[in-house]
């Protein structure tokens, strides 16, 4: 079970596709001992892995305060960064916090391209770098692409770097429109094209040897067992409401950070009660969806993506749009 905390909306690059729209600091952010609370009752309802995200969560000053409580209450911690601001330094102030492993954006093999997409001069280069010193410190880290039209020729090229410079994995986030995300939805990835991208992983992770996922691609399971192809730790498409869920910097609760539900705050309600009671949480883990999702013989692994359901049919139970499966474009191998 893994929670995501976005520490904070603070961020020092304006990607155009930023699911948080992040950038200036929110007034109402959750403060020290209010982020210690929040971790305590996440190890209580039985998390084990949390992650630090934003905005860059590197621009909290309490970061390693928060990394050592997080430890004392049994959480694993990593992170999730832009990698501007890992420096040698840094690494090594966040191992000694316990920090475990983190997650370096990058999504284009073009530094130009890639500047220009996240607002700031010398990102792809940061970035770059970032992967060099957590090497050289020892300390693991994976490589986080988005995927969508702009960039949908690179994906193989960039699972290629991200093993020659010894991430542990690479995950592929397909593009949900969401935040400023929503600006350039249309070039979210239809069936046709979401289905082939998968595919395609998928045969980069057996001949790579290394481990690519697809993420906020639940169909990855469905396409994986048709092809009796292991995915080793993964085990489910969907994880929202099920094994995972999102907070946000004010202290609401969301089922996944693509899905801005807010189903409790832990200002007023213990996170631990949340996530046993929410209404929303409960009906994702009953898996009782309507349309194509709720027929089809892959919903326990797969589920569809409840961010996309409720974005486009505003029904988080509702089926995955761009399911090439559901809606008939595909056959069972």
Partial sequence: MLASWNVTNECNLRCEHCYRDAGNEYVDELS???????????AKAGFKLMVFSGGEPFMRKDILELTEHAVSVGLRPVYGSNGTLLTREMIRKIKAAGGSSVAISLHMVDR????????????????????????????DFQVNTTAFTRNIDEIEKLCELAKEMGAKSHHVLFLVPTGRGEDIEEESLREKNYE????????????????????????????A?????????????????????????????????????????????????????????????????????????????????RARAHIYYDDYMAHEPWCAYGRGLVKNE
């Fill in 225 to 305: 067992a048709q092809k009796g192809q292991d995915m080793g730790r993964y085990t489910r498409g969907c994880l929202a409401g099920m094994s995972y869920c999102s907070i946000v910097p004010n202290g609401d609760v969301w089922p996944c950070p693509y899905l801005p539900i807010k189903v409790g705050n832990v200002r007023e309600t213990p996170f631990s009660e949340i996530w046993k009671n929410s209404k929303v949480f409960n009906d994702m883990r009953s898996l009782e969806y309507t349309g194509s999702c709720g027929i089809c013989k892959y919903k326990k692994i797969c589920g569809g993506c």
């Fill in 112 to 139: 130009d391209k890639l500047d220009e997409f996240c607002g700031m001069p010398g990102t792809y280069e940061k970035s770059i770098q970032a992967m060099k010193n957590c090497k050289e410190e020892g300390f």
């Fill in 196 to 223: 082939i991208l998968i595919r395609k992983l998928l045969e980069k992770r057996e001949e790579l040897n290394f481990d690519i996922k697809p993420t906020c691609a639940p169909q990855f399971m469905r396409i």
């Fill in 32 to 42: 020290t001992q209010e982020g210690k609370d929040l971790l305590t009752e996440i």
